[in-house]
Nanobody, 123 residues
């Protein structure tokens, strides 16, 4: 069983950058495709980005395409979300998730979740 722990959240000014990390415990990290989701109060959790087990295939929500980059380091059991040109509408709790299936934008397809990390973008 893999456990996920996010870090890197915090307060950042609009236009700034932030890198989130998701550290996975366990020895089967490469067996999972990974995703980042985000959620604001009163709204459903939404897909942000996903990455294949080998890092070759990535997928992004239209709202972050060109600004966010997902990557992973399997040797460190870690997946990252580099966020650039941040906007106030990017403010949310960001969650890391893992799936044994293909990359999906549906949160129900993910088997494991982290506890989330808050990102607040001030205008």
């Amino acid at each position: 069983q893999v456990q996920l722990v996010e870090s890197g959240g915090g307060l950042v000014q609009a236009g700034g950058s932030r890198r989130l990390s998701c550290a996975a415990s366990g020895r089967t990290f490469t067996g999972y495709r990974m995703g980042w989701f985000r959620q604001v109060p009163g709204k459903e959790r939404e897909f942000v980005a996903g990455i294949s087990w080998d890092g070759v295939i990535t997928s992004y929500a239209d709202s972050v395409k060109g600004r966010f980059t997902i990557s992973r380091n399997n040797a460190k059991n870690t997946v990252y979300l580099q966020m650039n040109s941040l906007k106030p509408e990017d403010t949310a709790v960001y969650y890391c998730a893992a799936t044994v299936g293909p990359i999906s934008q549906q949160q129900s397809h993910y088997d494991l979740w982290g506890q989330g990390t808050q990102v607040t973008v001030s205008s």
